[in-house]
């Protein structure tokens, strides 16, 4: 693994928005590796990161394609959120139609295989999420404040229902009490799940999960500052992080925030 690592001298990172893609370059640096961001939205905070930024238009997939190769990228990363509301309304090109036009449907899992398979087909390799930042899957049990027996039924009902859900490409976030479902992600996201949830029920347990086949190159499941302040101001009692299988970022800031408002943060999973 280390030999084949060497080998790369820069890599390149397609970054949503969020925390996630600076993050994994600034890992790629301390591996002694260039990384080259492609972003669709503002670059201010990407600029942080690394001295090649560059911005592409979201249905412009030649012209990225195109800008990759040019640049000597062999391996890339998808990082950071993308609102799937955005790709629904973007103008897309021929190179995304001829993606477009092998998939069965639009759920989030068939889009990105479907790009992904366009990028090997151009040379380029598409690495796991956690190749640089395998440090930050969150891990078992109480990671801020505890949690009551109640509250563990709602977290084990959460995390069997949200496996449920997350293995049909449906969701990776559900809020649940008192073992009934409150809140289901929809295309609007997580934070916008919790302030739905939080409007419906306060003192909800919101449970983060990943598919049992989770691809890590695509999609892997995050949570930030950011999403544990929406949690907090949304009512949450409890944020659920399936163990060894979510991202969890800015971790002593959302351990502080957490704990200074009474909410836990667990890490759970079944065997």
């Not at 999609?219 to 399936?242: Q, R, Y």
């Amino acid at each position: 693994m280390l030999k084949e690592e060497a080998k790369i001298r820069r890599a390149g990172i397609i970054a949503g928005s969020g925390k996630l893609p600076v993050l994994i370059g600034e890992e790629m640096k301390k591996a002694g590796i260039e990384p080259v961001f492609f972003c669709s939205h503002s670059l201010e905070t990407l600029e942080l990161a690394g001295e090649r930024v560059f911005q592409f238009k979201l249905g412009e997939l030649a012209k990225l394609t195109e800008k990759l190769l040019a640049e000597g990228i062999e391996e890339l990363t998808l990082a950071g959120s993308f609102a799937k509301l955005d790709f629904f309304n973007a103008e897309f090109d021929g190179a995304w139609q001829k993606v477009l036009a092998r998939l069965t449907d639009f759920q989030n899992e068939t889009v990105l295989k479907a790009l992904i398979r366009h990028f090997n087909e151009n040379g380029i390799e598409v690495a796991s999420q956690g190749k640089y930042i395998e440090h930050y899957i969150a891990g078992e049990g109480s990671i801020a404040g505890s949690i009551t027996n109640e509250q563990l039924l709602d977290v084990q009902f959460g995390y069997k229902t949200g496996k449920i859900l997350a293995d049909h490409d449906i969701s990776q976030t559900l809020v649940v009490k008192r073992r009934a479902v409150i809140a289901v992600e929809g295309i609007d996201g997580t934070n916008a799940t919790l302030r739905r949830a939080g409007s419906l029920a306060k003192g909800a347990v919101a449970c983060k999960v990943s598919s049992t086949n989770q691809d890590w190159r695509l999609d892997v499941p995050t949570v930030g500052l950011e999403t544990v302040k929406t949690a907090v101001e949304s009512g949450i009692s409890v944020l659920v992080l399936e163990a060894h299988r979510v991202f969890l970022l800015d971790r002593e800031e959302c351990i502080s925030l957490a704990d200074a408002n009474g909410m836990a943060i667990y890490g759970y999973t079944e065997r």
